[in-house]
């Protein structure tokens, strides 16, 4: 063995001395740590202790067997993964059945033969390897995928602030030569006041996806939230939306959730829809559905679905596919394009998600998936 990786630690189990004394020597020249038990009752009091790497388990000993031993160790989280491999005598059939019924992952046949000992144990200590490198690497894709995602966000964030601070100069510019026309600084006032609630609003999205605080929960009505999520969207917005609700849940509806994070996923869906029509259409033109209902999720936990419909233009082909990536929008406003990927990872971090698809008719719908019950929440990313 390479002399900088640790040893290995294998647990002999077996209540004859002679078959302990073979497996510690054979296992020992092979450069790895041995423990022993003489029983199954002392094999669990072993891995307490000390937990091994791979388990040599005779099935036929006294207090207790190989099998009903196995059989704790798998129903132990703590102890289900330690790879068991059973010690039998090659005529029992029947004991290598039930021992693999057991939980263990092969077995070893009396009288020992010390190359097929070594090469079933190294081939589980391969598999461990394997796995723990396996894990390794999905640690390493899930931090960088989180790392990408705050450099998408962030560097959107920043194209965003940087055009409209580009807008702001140039009618602070105008205002100069606009000095002698009050009709002109209204209208350029009115637009400095908008590229600056702008910046307001995207500067507390950036303190929200940047947080690294586990997401906040507590039990709240879902007409509360709503009500709340229109009234937002149509402040910022300054508009006048007549949404229709359609809510099969009864008024006194309560679930776990962040307020903050979904008001604003909520704004966010309205909006866009709000905004699937064309740019000269009035808002008597604009129809917009809330459809609100409870049902199973994928692991059959309830979901609150909050599903908004619109009968606008689509989805545009050119976004159909980067719709939830940072600055991608049908829009040419300056300040636009984050919703959808602020919306998903509000969701996400409440382990929910939004998804979004055209209609079978005409427009799209947007569907905000929502845990009823959240047990913990995972840190933002």
Request: net charge negative; proline share 4%; glycine share 6%.
């Amino acid at each position: 063995m390479d002399s900088a990786t640790p040893k290995p630690t294998i647990l002999v189990v077996d209540d004859q001395a002679v078959n302990l004394k073979i497996l510690s020597r054979i296992l020992e020249n092979k450069g790895m740590n041995v423990i022993t038990a003489s029983n199954g009752l002392e094999c669990l009091e072993v891995v307490k202790q000390t937990p091994p790497d791979v388990i040599l388990l005779d099935v036929m000993m006294p207090k207790m067997g190989g099998i009903e031993a196995c059989e704790r160790l798998k129903a132990d989280t703590e102890t289900s993964s330690i790879p068991v491999l059973f010690i039998t005598a090659k005529t029992a059939r029947e004991e290598k059945i039930k021992g693999l019924e057991a939980g263990a992952i092969d077995y070893i046949t009396k009288p020992i033969d010390p190359e097929e000992t070594i090469a079933r144990v190294k081939t589980q200590l391969d598999y461990q390897r394997i796995n723990r490198l396996n894990m390794e690497l999905q640690r390493q894709v899930e931090e960088g995928k989180r790392a990408a995602a705050v450099w998408a966000v962030t560097e959107g964030i920043s194209h965003n602030l940087n055009n409209i601070l580009g807008a702001v100069a140039c009618h602070l510019d105008m205002i100069k030569v606009a000095a002698d026309n009050p009709e002109m600084l209204d209208k350029l006032v009115d637009k400095i006041s908008a590229s600056v609630n702008r910046v307001i609003s995207i500067v507390r999205q950036l303190n929200t996806i940047a947080s690294t605080e586990p997401v906040v929960t507590e039990s709240r009505k879902l007409k509360d939230v709503i009500d709340r999520a229109i009234e937002r969207f149509e402040e910022e917005h300054e508009i006048e939306a007549n949404i229709d609700i359609e809510n099969a849940l009864p008024e006194d509806y309560s679930f776990e959730t962040n307020l903050e994070a979904v008001t604003s996923t909520l704004e966010k869906l309205l909006i866009n829809a709000w905004e699937a029509y064309p740019e000269d259409a009035q808002a008597t033109d604009r129809s917009v559905h809330l459809k609100v209902r409870e049902e199973a999720g994928p692991d059959g936990a309830p979901q609150v679905v909050m599903e908004i419909e619109d009968e606008g233009e689509g989805i545009k082909e050119e976004v159909a596919d980067t719709l939830f990536e940072p600055l991608v929008t049908g829009k040419i406003s300056v300040g636009r394009g984050m919703g959808l990927t602020l919306a998903r990872h509000h969701m996400q971090s409440l382990k929910g998600d939004v998804q979004v698809a055209e209609r079978d008719g005409k427009g799209v719908a947007a569907v905000l998936r929502h845990p009823v019950f959240i047990t913990s929440c995972p840190l933002k990313f």
